[in-house]
């Protein structure tokens, strides 16, 4: 009578998964606290619009930071708020809860996961690499013996993994994703413009103009901040160009890592992934033109899946549906 519940624990957002039901909740991974006691004030969309904006008396953060546990106390007790909102918080059984992993985390890392997740009340702990995960999510029929390549670009680390009979073959996991790509973003302006603008500005501008390569046709939009010489409010025109310039260096990194992944890759299963392309997921699949710009530097052609952002949330699900044909891809735990 265990009732099953999948977890793609993301820098970001964290988005819930009830087998049979779908996407239950899809909320920023923010929490906000008292700075006195560390009491959880806020968690998800509540949280997010304080940001930047809290009094000294309350701190908002992100629990998780390039895709692993930053505060295991809070990582746990967000886990316990979101399984309680998904089953009540009076219930007779407790669920069987999979959570995502990045592939490269060390064994510390997935083990302060599944400790959190047993500890929130779970009954059996799961984690799953998110490549895998996310593979799943968008189709992809990795257990047959050819060659799959994924793109996985999420909040806090971008995973590129060829995969070959339900398991990965070669990866590469680096700490850059949506939030190194903001950062990238808020420094450029802030050199080119001498303008301060906070993380929500710089996903703004990321999400409303950006693109991976030079547009035909430029975009504009205008953004308010601090200026960094008089510390008074300033409002500007920034173009789609900026952000390109601006987002190279982390670019690059998630570039060299597609190389790497593809030159580990062995022959066979390169002939497979020339012929079947590359399928880019999670949320930082929808900057613009990101599929082409890969296509342009691999030779291979790249597309984005359907509903990017929730292709690792939905393969936690099926995973967890299906946990006799994975068990060869999934580290558990019991309580």
Known sequence: MSKKIAIDLGTTNVIVYIPKKGIVINEPNVVALQASDSKIMAIGNEAKEMLGRTPESIVAAHPLQDGVIANFRITKSMIKIFIDRVMGRIRFFRPEVMITVPAGVTSTEKRAVIDATIGAGAKQAYIIKEPIAAALGAGIPIATPSGHMIIDIGGGTSEVAVLS?????????????????????????????????????????????????????????????????????????????????????????IINAVKEVL?????????????????????????????????????????????????????????????????????????
């Open 165 to 253: 009979l339900g398991d990965i073959v070669s990866s590469s996991s680096v700490r850059v994703g949506g939030m190194k790509i903001d950062q990238a973003i808020s420094s450029f302006i802030r050199k080119k413009h001498s303008l301060i603008i906070g993380e929500q500005t710089a996903e703004d501008i990321k999400i409303k103009i950006g693109s991976a390569i030079p547009l035909k046709k430029e975009m504009r939009m205008e953004i308010s901040g601090s200026n960094a010489v008089s510390g008074l409010p300033e409002s500007l025109i920034v173009s789609s160009d900026d952000v390109v310039k601006g987002i190279k260096s982390p670019m690059l990194e």
């Open 263 to 335: 030159q580990n890759t062995p022959p066979e299963l390169a002939s497979d992934v020339m012929d079947k392309g590359i399928i880019l997921t999670g949320g930082g699949a929808m900057l613009r033109n990101l599929d082409v710009l890969f296509t342009k530097i691999t030779g291979v052609p790249c597309e984005v899946a359907e509903e990017p952002q929730l292709c690792t949330a939905k393969g936690c699900g099926i995973a967890l549906d299906h946990l006799q044909a994975f068990k060869q891809s999934v580290l558990w735990a019991k309580s």
